[in-house]
Nanobody
Framework: QVQLVESGGGLVQPGGSLRLSCAAS????????MGWYRQAPGKQRELVAS???????TYVDSVKGRFAISRDNAKNTLYLQMNSLKPEDTAVYYC???????????????WGQGTQVTVSS
């Protein structure tokens, strides 16, 4: 089993910054990809950013230049540095870890419990 625990959410004013963390534990296989998703009220969950264990990041267009995803493989921890936050960034942010245990096996996804980010004056 894999457990993901997020932290770092909260209330911030527009233009402010927050840093999210996600600590992973359990039976984690490599290679793997970790990512941050978010879900705003009444909207579908969307991928915000992801990063492979080799360090290659991807971002949704709406956060490029403002958010930075990183990971510490030794600590199995994922981060999301969020700068220049906007009210439209308000959502529950979820940590995700995905991998295949073996070549040809099904791709498995694990989720954290979510952390609320609210951007408001």
């Amino acid at each position: 089993q894999v457990q993901l625990v997020e932290s770092g959410g909260g209330l911030v004013q527009p233009g402010g910054s927050l840093r999210l963390s996600c600590a992973a534990s359990g039976s984690i296989f490599s290679p793997n990809t970790m990512g941050w998703y978010r879900q705003a009220p009444g909207k579908q969950r969307e991928l915000v950013a992801s990063i492979t264990n080799g360090g290659t990041p991807t971002y949704v267009d709406s956060v490029k230049g403002r958010f930075a995803i990183s990971r510490d493989n030794a600590k199995n921890t994922l981060y999301l540095q969020m700068n220049s936050l906007k009210p439209e960034d308000t959502a529950v942010y979820y940590c995700n870890l995905g991998f295949r245990k073996f070549i040809g096996s099904s791709y498995q996804h694990y989720w954290g419990q979510g952390t609320q980010v609210t951007v408001s004056s």
